[in-house]
């Protein structure tokens, strides 16, 4: 029997080539989505080493309000607190740079006062560089393409300082863009910082950060738990406080994104794969075709079913199995740059190279398995192949065909004819071909409106992965509501601006859990992912986030009940909104009060009517003169979600480019294997005509010709099923992270991209590839 | 005797194959000279390169060296394309394993054969029937597939097929060769019926029952022509033919 796979293998040297083309992408796509699903073992890996603590704490006390306050608590095993000191909208510069980078909230520590600064895990560090030495976050280098050694200026509005970067590293609590960002400066350089602290924030209370604390938890403690009673507890203590656990640091901060990265990339994998397995059906049936002879032969020389049917199977098993390795290898040679380009800036965790046996050997072995069962079955009509039937006569059809299109009854142009007619003709073919090109055109569609959402209007997506965003962002100095209020008013009045709002958020509790209580000065402007009932309006209604909604058990017109320490209130649910990993409930200003909050805003939001890079700009200066002091800081926020900075739409719009680009690839392959398959299985019929007189040239176009029809129809029905499914597909990858019913923008106009760009190129790769025609005689072509 | 019109003509004619890295001579300085209206058998024993000069004659291959000229055009150096378009105007065929297209019908491989030069599909499908008609196939049996009928009435619609665009040559690669004696006996009735209506013929064959129905043969041997003899016309009933050509094929060694 392995002579038998041999002389199979020899035999199909151009389709094994592509086969193992196209099982290596699919492999190397399934195997890259699991090292990137990964990573919430590379965090706890990472925790492991570097004893990371099971939550942190931060403050606006001093250390020993809060040492003070852990010591009475019975399930603290372990603390340290060190002193911090926050910058908000710090913005950073370099020479590297072609312009400032946007501000992010940073927190400070001295590395001698720091209890982590020891225990992190650093890239690169290089403690000799001169000038003020800083230490940095991962994500906050990488993002900016920062190493040790460069020069870089930071500001804000109350704070500027040039620094040379002397170490960049992970950070499990502070390292992500989805909490504040950790930086380590020298002594001299934080006490510094302090005074500018305490200069800014005159009162001692001030909402701000002065503390880090990590704390470890006894043996059994419920650290969720333990958290919410650190945070409660202290909060009486304290203006501010907040704090988070490592486990859901890895949750919803470190892995969210990267693992809806992992599911696109193992749903294409899927797609692949299935294509992989219908071209394995269509080539053992073209072989058995093709070869009835043969296996009559063997058949009546003494090979039993089961060694023939062995044969076939073992020969695609055997490819299968390359194909799977050569992408597993790849995808271990391949990751590494991935994850230093694009992931590593996504998660703030470093991936360290290291073998997955479970991983690799999972996807070897469950390929493998398919490949067998697949192929095997497709031998199954060789089980009633007679011999001397099949050396004679080769497989029959008691069902002759209907002779479509005559040519003594149809009128038209010869080429036109015989294409249409080839194409009626062979329906196994056709099916085969529709089925492929209907997938190939449903991914094609897929990534063309994941593209387009990630690339060209980028604000369905932005609200589904980030929420409410604005254009504008005005960072003010007196947050009580009214002079905010009155803020306000002055931005409604520079042309351009459609919308004028802020919002604010304090931590609530529903059912037990925390939930980001949001007010907002006017619903209407919100636009936070609103997909069943409508806004908020009255003091007593509010919209709550889906996780919250489908763990409470309740829907629109249904009643929550929020509490904040002592006091509840009620709330009538009038929607449901939905983001990614948010536990969130929305109320108004009015709502707010009544609760007992203090309405507060940090920043006011501005939307544009026409908003681009320099209307935006245009808009934040005027916003500056009018409002003068008022206005401590202000961000072009559109310019940074359209910007290489917005890592989670960046990273899926590379992640959309790189498999549009693997999509093409395989779609070329597929149709030079199918073509492959076909141009053999009909060599003789090409001889024939040649002999008789048909020149290669209208051979080579009835071929392609004939594959028009099923091309063109296939790849509309699979235009059509994107165009119609992806948000459903798309809702369903991320309905774990929050997302019910995902709107991304579909525009009709998509689907013609696929169709045209699928059929024409069938065409020329049908016209092209069948160029082997032309260098063979007729008479070799029939002797063949 | 009028002097036969030359319709295909050889200067050193020469074809080989390449077979495992080694050139293998088939066809060796060839000078050979095919008339108009004559029925040429081409015989020789196995591997004395027959079917490769058949096929070299009718631009189906392409020569290693030498010339071959038809009705004085030169076609040693035409490109792939041009030989199609010259065979459809100038040759028909009729091969041993028939090759109809499996796919189309009986009357569909005769059509589209015809519309390769240009000729109305009305026209053609009464042009076919009056073939059929001639060569004994029904109009019932023209709507079948090949795999549909026998290999006798398969191998009279190739002849059809061969016929529809008024070839100066028929060219025939041992056309009874996979056919029972009842098969050999119509198709060879057939290329004799043509033959005597003015059609050329040239038809390799290794059976000296079907090279009676020659007037001339060309005996091959080793790539190169051992003889020529004019057999004259046949006539069905002449027991004393098979001998004679039997005499003459023993005398060069068949």
């Known amino acids: ?784 | 005797m009028a002097e036969k019109e030359v319709i295909i003509k050889t200067e050193k004619l020469s074809k080989s194959f390449s077979v495992g890295g080694k050139q293998q001579h088939v066809i060796k300085n060839l000078d050979l000279q095919i008339y108009k209206g004559d029925f040429t058998v081409i015989m020789g024993s196995s591997g004395a390169g027959k079917s490769t000069l058949l096929y070299t004659l009718s631009g189906m291959d392409k020569p290693s060296l030498g010339r071959i000229t038809y009705c004085g055009q030169d076609i040693t150096g035409m490109n792939d394309d041009k030989l199609a378009v010259f065979r459809r105007k100038h040759c028909g065929f009729v091969f041993q394993q028939i090759h109809l297209v499996d796919s189309m019908s009986i009357m569909d491989n005769v059509i589209s054969t015809g519309m390769l030069t240009g000729q109305k599909q009305k026209d053609l499908k009464e042009k076919a029937m009056e073939l059929f008609r001639r060569v004994g196939i029904s109009e019932e049996l023209t709507r079948k597939f090949p795999a549909q009928i026998s290999g006798g009435e398969a191998q009279r619609c190739a002849v059809v097929r061969a016929l529809i665009n008024d070839p100066d040559v028929i060219f025939a690669d041992e056309p009874t060769g996979a056919l029972n004696s009842a098969g050999v006996k119509a198709v060879l009735d057939v290329l004799t019926d043509i033959n005597n209506a003015g059609q050329s013929v040239v038809m390799v064959t290794h059976d000296i029952k079907s090279a009676r129905r020659g007037d001339r043969m060309i005996y091959l041997q080793d790539g190169g022509v051992m003889g020529e003899f004019d057999l004259g016309k046949y006539v069905s009933g002449d027991k004393q033919r098979h001998e004679r050509i039997r005499g003459s094929l023993e005398e060069m060694g068949w």
């Not at chain 1, 333990?226 to 909060?235: E, I, M, Q, R, Y």
């Not at chain 1, 020969?315 to 390359?322: D, M, N, T, V």
């Not at chain 1, 009854?409 to 329906?427: F, I, V």
């Not at chain 1, 890592?647 to 899926?652: G, K, S, Y």
Request: charged content about 20%; glycine content about 8%.
């Open chain 1, 1 to 784: 029997m392995v002579k038998l796979i041999k002389a199979n293998l020899r035999k199909d040297r151009t389709v094994l080539v592509i086969f193992l083309l196209i099982m290596m992408l699919s492999t190397l796509l399934m195997h890259t989505g699991l090292m990137a699903s990964d990573y919430k073992n590379v965090y706890d890996r990472h925790a492991e080493a570097t004893g990371l603590a099971d939550y942190i704490l931060v403050s606006s006390s001093d250390s020993d309000t809060v040492q003070d306050f852990l010591s009475q608590k019975a399930y603290v095993k372990e603390s340290s607190s060190s002193e911090a000191v926050l910058i908000q909208s710090l913005e950073l510069d370099s020479a590297k740079f072609s312009k400032k980078r946007n501000a992010a909230d940073w927190i400070f520590q001295s590395t001698e006062g720091a209890s982590d600064f020891s225990h992190l895990y650093f890239i690169e560090r290089d403690d000799s560089v001169p000038g003020n030495k800083l230490y940095l976050n991962l994500y906050s280098a990488y993002s900016s393409g920062l190493c040790v050694g460069d020069r870089v200026a930071v500001s804000s509005d109350v704070y500027q300082q040039e620094f040379t970067i002397a170490g960049i590293f992970q950070h499990q609590f502070l390292g992500n863009s989805y909490t504040y960002l950790s930086a380590m400066v020298e002594p001299e350089v934080f006490a510094n910082l302090r005074q500018v602290q305490e200069e800014f924030y005159q009162q001692p209370d001030a909402r701000t950060i002065r503390t880090v604390t990590y704390v470890d938890v006894g043996e059994g403690c419920d650290v969720e738990e333990c958290v919410k009673d650190s945070k409660a507890g202290l909060s009486e203590r304290v203006v501010f406080c907040d704090g988070i656990s490592a486990n859901e640091q890895r949750e919803y901060a470190y892995t969210a994104v990267v693992n809806i990265l992992a599911a696109f990339i193992g749903a294409f994998a899927v797609i692949i794969m299935a294509i992989c397995l219908i071209i394995i059906v269509f080539t053992i049936n073209n072989n058995i075709s093709r070869d009835v002879a043969n296996i009559g032969a063997l058949k009546a020389v003494g090979f039993t079913v089961g060694q023939i049917r062995g044969a076939l199977t073992g020969e695609y098993l055997i490819l299968g199995a390359a194909g799977s390795f050569m992408g597993i290898v790849l995808s271990y040679a391949l990751y590494p740059a991935l994850e230093y380009l694009y992931i590593r800036e996504i998660t703030g965790l470093v991936w360290e190279k290291r073998f997955m046996p479970s991983a690799s050997f999972g996807v070897l072995l469950g390929v493998m398995a398919v490949i067998l069962v697949t192929a095997f079955l497709s031998t199954m009509r060789i089980r009633k192949l007679h011999p001397a039937t099949a050396l004679r006569f080769g497989l029959q059809s008691n069902s002759f065909r209907k002779n479509h299109l005559p040519l003594s009854e149809t009128r038209g142009k010869l080429d036109l004819l015989l294409a249409l007619k080839s194409a009626l003709q062979n329906k196994a073919q056709n099916l085969i071909i529709f089925v492929i090109v209907l997938a190939v055109a449903f991914v094609t569609m897929f990534s063309g409106v994941l593209y387009y959402n990630t690339k060209v209007d980028i604000s369905h997506f932005q609200r589904i992965v980030q929420g409410d965003v604005g254009d504008a962002y005005f960072y003010v100095k007196d947050t009580s509501a009214e002079a905010v209020d009155e803020t306000m008013e002055k931005l409604r009045t520079i042309e351009g601006v459609s919308q004028v709002y802020s919002m604010n958020s304090v931590t609530g509790i529903i059912g037990g859990e925390e939930v980001n209580f949001i007010y907002v000065t006017d619903s209407d402007p919100i636009d936070c992912g609103l997909f069943e009932g409508e806004m908020m309006a009255e003091d007593n209604e509010a919209v709550l986030g889906l996780p919250v909604a489908e763990r409470m058990g309740v829907g629109v017109g249904d009643e929550v009940e929020v509490s904040f320490g002592e006091k509840s209130v009620r709330f009538l649910v009038t929607g449901l909104q939905q983001s990614v990993m948010n536990e969130r409930i929305y109320v108004t200003q009015e709502a707010a009060l009544r609760a007992g909050v203090p309405a507060n805003y940090r920043m006011i939001r501005v939307r544009l009517h026409k908003p681009d890079n320099e209307s935006v700009d245009r808009v934040l200066e005027q916003g500056r003169e009018l409002c003068g002091d008022q206005i401590v800081n202000t961000e072009n926020q559109f310019k940074y979600q359209h910007s290489d900075e917005n890592t989670p739409v960046l990273a899926i719009g590379f992640v959309v480019a790189f498999l549009v680009v693997l999509n093409i690839a395989t779609m070329i392959l597929v149709i030079r294997l199918l073509l492959k398959t076909v141009f053999v299985k009909r060599e003789r019929e090409f001889g024939i005509k040649k002999a008789v007189g048909f020149t290669s040239s209208q051979l080579r176009y009835q071929l392609a010709l004939s594959l028009i029809p099923t091309a063109l129809i296939a790849s509309a029905a699979g235009a059509l099923a994107g165009y119609f499914l992806v948000n459903p597909l798309f809702g369903l990858v991320l309905h774990g992270y929050g997302i019910k019913n995902s709107d991304l923008i579909v525009k009709a106009g998509l689907m013609v991209i696929p169709v045209v760009a699928i059929t024409a190129m069938i065409f020329l790769l049908c016209y092209l590839m069948s160029g082997r025609m032309k260098r063979l005689s007729a008479y070799g072509l029939i002797q063949e």
